[in-house]
Nanobody, 123 residues
Framework: QVQLVESGGGLVQAGGSLRLSCVAS????????MGWVRQAPGKEREFVSA????????WYTDSVKGRFTISRDNVKNTVYLQMNSLKPEDMAVYYC????????????????WGQGTQVTVSS
């Protein structure tokens, strides 16, 4: 079983940046595709980004393309989400997740999840 712990969330002004980190423990996650999913108040969980096991392929929802960058360090068992040019609509709880269920990359269904980290963007 893999445990995920996110960090790096916080309060930032619109236009600012944050870098989220997700550390995996319990076993290596190097063979798993990983993703970031967010949930704003009153809304369903939304796919944000995903990365293949070796980091060679990445995917993003349209609203964050060009602003967010996902990466991973399999030696450190860590996944990152660099978020630049943040907008108020990016405000949400961000979850790290691993081992996607199914073939749809943009469907945020994963086997294991972190507890989430809050990102607040002030306008």
């Amino acid at each position: 079983q893999v445990q995920l712990v996110e960090s790096g969330g916080g309060l930032v002004q619109a236009g600012g940046s944050l870098r989220l980190s997700c550390v995996a423990s319990g076993r290596t996650f190097s063979g798993d595709n990983m993703g970031w999913v967010r949930q704003a108040p009153g809304k369903e969980r939304e796919f944000v980004s995903a990365i293949s096991p070796n980091g060679g392929s990445t995917w993003y929802t349209d609203s964050v393309k060009g602003r967010f960058t996902i990466s991973r360090d399999n030696v450190k068992n860590t996944v990152y989400l660099q978020m630049n040019s943040l907008k108020p609509e990016d405000m949400a709880v961000y979850y790290c997740a691993g081992r996607r269920i199914g073939s749809d990359i943009y469907d945020p269904k994963y086997v294991y999840w972190g507890q989430g980290t809050q990102v607040t963007v002030s306008s």
